[in-house]
């Protein structure tokens, strides 16, 4: 595909999402470059997305950057402030685990959850608000480990095995952690799937 069939693809592709007055498109052996700006960091983000639809390209060079009316500027104590209030709002997100940092319009997120939806639910928050020129996600994904479930799971699943004697193990869990005790009668009943920790010591004997 010639690159002035490719450059007219992608300018199909913004119109009916983003507002592409200001956004440049050249196409050069296949790589597209986008240039100008837009005036929302949402808008930013959903030119990105309508490029990437167009699968004949071979690369991306995006350049495009935010710029906003000086009477649409937002300082950033009130940017941090109505990120938190957007957050807390959200049902998906539990409260008091993540933690807002703003400089210069740029929105970087802290903190931990315990599912990777809530992790994205926080930065899809973020973006929406006015004044962001730029989201950093940091928030750790950090399953929230209980010590009666994570037995639970074990002998459940131990138990279902038919080559496995769930009776002569022992399943210790502390914290994030899980220890495995005890004898089974061959190697490969070793390989057992333990969901939600971040490390297993495995002592079981081969007899």
Same mark, same amino acid.
């Given at each position: 595909?010639?690159? =002035?069939?490719?450059?007219?693809?992608? +300018? $199909?592709?913004?119109?009916?999402?983003? $507002?592409?007055?200001?956004?440049?498109?050249?196409?050069?052996?296949?790589?597209?470059?986008?240039?100008?700006?837009?005036?929302?960091?949402?808008?930013?983000?959903?030119?990105?997305?309508?490029?990437?639809?167009?699968?004949?390209?071979?690369?991306?060079?995006?350049? +495009?950057?935010?710029?906003?009316?000086?009477?649409?500027?937002?300082?950033? $104590?009130?940017?941090?402030?109505?990120?938190?209030?957007?957050?807390?709002?959200?049902?998906?997100?539990?409260?008091?685990?993540?933690?807002?940092?703003?400089?210069?319009?740029?929105?970087?997120?802290?903190?931990?959850?315990?599912?990777?939806?809530?992790?994205?639910?926080?930065?899809?928050?973020?973006?929406?608000?006015?004044?962001?020129?730029?989201?950093?996600?940091? +928030?750790?994904?950090?399953?929230?480990?209980?010590?009666?479930?994570?037995?639970?799971?074990?002998?459940?699943?131990?138990?279902?095995?038919?080559?496995?004697?769930?009776?002569?193990?022992?399943?210790?869990?502390?914290?994030?952690?899980?220890?495995?005790?005890? =004898?089974?009668?061959?190697?490969?009943?070793?390989? +057992?799937?333990?969901?939600?920790?971040?490390?297993?010591?495995?002592?079981?004997?081969?007899?």
């Amino acid at each position: 595909m010639g690159d =002035k069939v490719l450059r007219q693809l992608v +300018i $199909d592709e913004l119109e009916p999402s983003v $507002d592409s007055t200001n956004i440049g498109v050249a196409v050069e052996k296949g790589i597209m470059t986008m240039s100008g700006h837009v005036g929302s960091y949402s808008e930013k983000m959903a030119a990105e997305t309508a490029v990437r639809r167009v699968r004949s390209a071979s690369g991306i060079a995006e350049e +495009i950057k935010v710029r906003y009316p000086s009477d649409k500027k937002t300082a950033d $104590d009130q940017i941090a402030e109505r990120a938190n209030a957007i957050i807390a709002r959200d049902a998906q997100i539990p409260r008091n685990t993540v933690m807002v940092k703003v400089e210069k319009g740029w929105v970087t997120l802290m903190g931990s959850v315990a599912w990777h939806y809530q992790r994205l639910a926080a930065q899809s928050a973020a973006r929406k608000l006015s004044g962001v020129v730029g989201v950093s996600n940091q +928030i750790q994904v950090e399953p929230r480990v209980q010590t009666a479930d994570v037995k639970d799971k074990i002998l459940n699943a131990l138990t279902r095995s038919a080559n496995i004697e769930a009776g002569g193990i022992q399943v210790n869990v502390q914290g994030d952690k899980v220890m495995l005790e005890g =004898k089974v009668k061959a190697w490969y009943e070793r390989d +057992i799937a333990v969901p939600g920790v971040r490390a297993v010591e495995d002592r079981l004997v081969v007899v």
